[in-house]
C-alpha cells in the first residue's frame, strides 16, 4: 500500500486539532452558560430582595410571605434539571417579580386576618328610577360590579336582602309616614310621579310602582347586616343598598330619602341585642345628615358624628359645629371650603373623631357611606380619594369591638363612587390601605376648624384637654399648609337649603312622635 499523501495527513490534523478545539469551545460554552444562569438567579434574588423592601409591607404581614429561594424556584425558567441542556436563561420582569410577591403576600393577609365580612345587594333596588335623576340605578350597579371585578364579592358572605317590617321602620318614623310611602304611588297615573306636600320636602322625590318597596328594602338590608353582625354570623358587613336615607326625618322624605336607613338599623341592633347598648353613626357623606341628627339629637345611646360641607346654601344647610346633642353626642365636622382632601379628612379623625368615638366606647359603628366627597363628584366639590376612604374605615374599624357595618348613601360619579366603595371593602377585609402620600397635609382652615370643634365638645368628652391630645394636635398644626382658594364647584341640585332642622317646627313634631 502505497503511504499516504502528505497533503492529506497535515488535513487529518488540522481536522483533529478544530474537533478537538470546537470540543474545548463547546465545554467552554456549556460552562459559560451555567454561570450565565447562575449570575442571573443572583441577579434574580438581588431584586426580589429589593422589590420585598421596596413594597413597604409591614412586619406583620411579612410572616409567611415567599422567600427569594421559593420565589427562584418558583420560576421554570430558571430551573437548570440535570443532563439538561440549557439554550437561555430568561429573567422575569421586576413586574413579574412584584406581582408573585404581591399574590402570596395578598392571600397571607387574608389568612391571617381571618375577618368575615357580610355582603348584601339586590337588584331589585335598581327599580326605583327616573330618567336624569342623579340618584339612578347604575349606582347600586357599578358597585356590585366593581366589587366582583376587584375580587373582593367572592371573599365575602352573601348577606340576604329584606323589607324592613312596620316596627322596625316606626323605631325611626312616624305611623303616618310609613303608611304615605307605602300608598304614594297612583296605580292608575303617571309611571313615574314627582311628589310634593306636607309628607315631602322639595321637588326632588319621586315615586314609581317600585318605590316604596325599594325603599323598605335599603333599610331592611341594612338592618339585616347589622343584625348579622350582632348575631355573630359576621364580624363586619357592607350593605350597597339605594335609595338613601341619611336626610329622611321622622316624618318626612326629602333629598332622595324616603327611610332612616341607618337609624332604622341602629334601632334594630339595640332592640334586638341587649349587648348593644351604644351604637355610633359615623356619616361621611359630604351632605349633612339631618335626618339621622334629628331622629338621634336627644338620643345619648346614639353617637351621631358628620364630616360635611357648611355654609355658601350648600344643602341641606343644617349641621353647624354648635350643635352637640345630648351629652355632646352630636358631632358636626362642618367644612367651610371646597377641595378638601384625604389629610385634612384625617387631620379631623385625629382631632376630634377619634378621641370621642373612643370615650363613647361603642358596640356598633354603622358608616353612612356616601362617596360625593370623593375627587370628581358633580355634587360634593371636594377631592377625597379612595385610599383616604380606606384609612378612615380602617381606624374605625380599630375602635372598641371593631364590629362595623357600611352602608350606602350618596355618590353621583358613577367611576369614583365605585372605586371608593371597593376601597372601603377592601378596609373592611383587613386589607392594608395605600399610604397616603408625604405630601398631602392638612390645610392650616382645617386645623383651625378642629381646634374650635374641641373647644366647643370639651366639656363633654375630657379626653380632647388630655396632655397627649394637646401635643396630637400641635404636631399636625406644624405640618398643616396654607392652600390658596379653591376653584368653583357646582352645587348641583340639591341647593336649596332648610333650616337647622335639630330645633325646627319639623323636628320637634317628629321627636314627639319618634323619640
Known sequence: MSPRPLRHCRSRRMSDRRASARSDASRALSL????????RVAAVKSRAERLRRDASVDDDDAVGAPSVDDLIDSLDALRVREGAHIARAVTPTPAVVKELIRAKTETTRE????????????????????DGHFERPARHRVVVNEMRADGLESRCERLRCREATVEELERAHSKEHVAFVASAFDEDGESVQIMTGENVFGDDIFFTRHTAAGARMAAGSVSEACLSVCRGDVDRAYAVVRP???????????GFCFFNNAVVAARAAMAEHADVKKVVILDWDVHHGNGIQDLTFDDDSIMYVSLHRYGDDFYPGTGAASEVGAKGTNVNVAWKEKGLGDADYLAAFDIVIEPCVRAFAPDLIIIAAGFDA??????????????????????????????????????????PLATCASATLRALLGDEPTPISTRSRPRKSS????KELVGI???HWPVLESDEHRNTVEKLSKSSTIVGSAREYAVGRRARPTKSTSTSSTATAAGAVCN
Request: aromatic share 2%.
Open 244 to 254: 338613601p336615607g341619611h336626610h329622611a326625618v321622622c316624618a318626612q322624605a326629602m
Open 447 to 450: 386645623i383651625k376648624l378642629c
Open 457 to 459: 365638645l370639651a366639656e
Open 32 to 39: 459559560d452558560r451555567v454561570d450565565a444562569v447562575l449570575a
Open 111 to 130: 389568612e391571617k386576618s381571618g375577618v368575615r365580612v357580610g355582603l348584601a345587594s339586590d337588584a331589585r333596588m335598581e327599580l326605583h328610577e327616573k
Open 374 to 415: 370623593a375627587d370628581g363628584d358633580p355634587l360634593g366639590g371636594m377631592m377625597l380619594s379612595p385610599a383616604g376612604y380606606q384609612h378612615m374605615t380602617k381606624r374605625l374599624c380599630n375602635i372598641g369591638t371593631g364590629r362595623v357595618v357600611v352602608a350606602l348613601e350618596g355618590g353621583y360619579a358613577l367611576r
